[in-house]
């Protein structure tokens, strides 16, 4: 075979999966409008949204390298629908240059795996000091639980700066505790169950400087990524139920965001909405889980940012959401602790 028809072959070939790559990058940022339930293939699109961004950036310099620019126009195209989606993860520095900080309230959302069990206390103390340094108001907890070494009273007395707490009580129930602590009352907490789920919410009510506000501290379904990868040995089937996982949890986080937009849509008070979603940005959870309300890292957010330790730090999967009619002064996210994931915090004026 010529060196010229083997030249060609690859440019068809080339040509074929950069067109498939623009295809699937655009199906992917339409996933948020649609319900995981009906449209799998898409809602995994949109999961793997940052993925495929990359991938067409990386496209676009290959072609330009080799100097067949008329199949940059596909990426091109992609890229240029989807430029409202990747706002949803990556914002300009010079779009919010004013984010230095001006409000008079934050809230912190963090999942704290269970305080890097069994090393529990010292991670928690670490964590308390930081939230103070930081002058968090209010902390949203997810996957709040200890061991016989680190008990609720423990973790109390460590958050002591923070003295109303709201702490499921559950014994029996195989539920994944969400927990808050605030330096305000917390009036009328509520534990949010999710049907054969093990995780769960928190809403309350919050009175800050004499306004009254609600308070949805979230934890949805969980990914069990992790409990696959160390539960089989066959990368084969490993990929296999991650993909069958990440579909299924995908339909029932869908199912979650809609039972805490009606706690949104019925409340007569500003609504702060935070936690783990455990869903990127570009997803029908997110945009259900929004609703009306304003996304702190859009507002006030710069740079790439991702919450989540893992999977070569791609993805945001925790959020804090705010009412309209509350103002975001400044907003991000910092590698601390030995989580999983990484601690959120907004500013806000009140």
């Keep these: 075979m010529s060196k010229g028809v083997t030249n060609r072959i690859v440019l068809t070939l080339g040509g074929a999966l950069t067109i498939l790559l623009s295809l699937f990058t655009i199906l992917g940022s339409i996933a948020p409008e649609l319900v995981p339930s009906a449209n799998s293939l898409i809602s995994l699109l949109g999961i793997g949204f940052p993925i495929l961004i990359i991938l067409n950036a990386v496209t676009i310099i290959l072609w330009a390298l080799s100097l067949n620019f008329r199949w940059i126009i596909p990426p091109l195209i992609a890229l240029g629908i ?7 993860f990556f914002q300009p ?9 001006n409000g008079n309230f934050r809230i912190a959302t963090y999942n704290v795996a269970a305080f890097n069990d ?34 609720d009273s423990m973790l109390i007395k460590i958050f002591k700066q923070w003295p109303y707490h709201s702490i499921p009580n559950i014994k029996k129930e195989l539920i994944i505790r969400p927990a808050i602590f605030s330096k305000y009352p917390i009036r009328h907490p509520e534990l949010i169950r999710f049907k054969d789920s093990k995780n769960g919410a928190i809403s309350c009510l919050l009175n800050i400087k004499g306004k009254k506000i609600l308070l949805l501290n979230n934890h949805l379904q969980t990914t069990d990524m992790t409990q696959i990868s160390h539960g089989e040995r066959s990368t084969e089937r490993i990929v296999n139920l991650q993909m069958m996982a990440l579909t299924h949890n995908s339909v029932k986080r869908g199912e979650q965001a809609r039972q805490i937009q009606q706690y949104v849509k019925s409340s007569t008070y500003p609504v702060l909405l935070c936690g783990d979603f455990n869903d990127p940005a570009v997803t029908y959870t997110y945009e259900t889980m929004r609703g009306n309300l304003k996304d702190g890292f859009i507002e006030k957010g710069t740079g790439y940012m991702y919450t989540y330790r893992y999977a070569h730090k791609l993805f945001r999967i925790d959020y804090i ?14 590698e601390f602790g030995e989580s999983d994931h990484y601690p959120v915090i907004m500013e806000l004026k009140l």
């Design 82 to 88: 989807s430029t409202s989606q990747i706002g949803h």
């Design 93 to 101: 520095s010079f779009l919010h240059h004013d984010a230095i900080g």
């Design 118 to 151: 069994p090393k529990g206390a010292a991670d928690a103390i670490d964590l308390a000091k930081y939230m103070a340094k930081q002058k968090v108001d209010v902390l949203c907890f997810q996957e709040f639980r200890g061991n016989e070494n680190l008990t």
């Design 321 to 334: 959401f705010h009412s309209p009619e509350l103002t975001c002064t400044k907003y991000f996210s910092e």
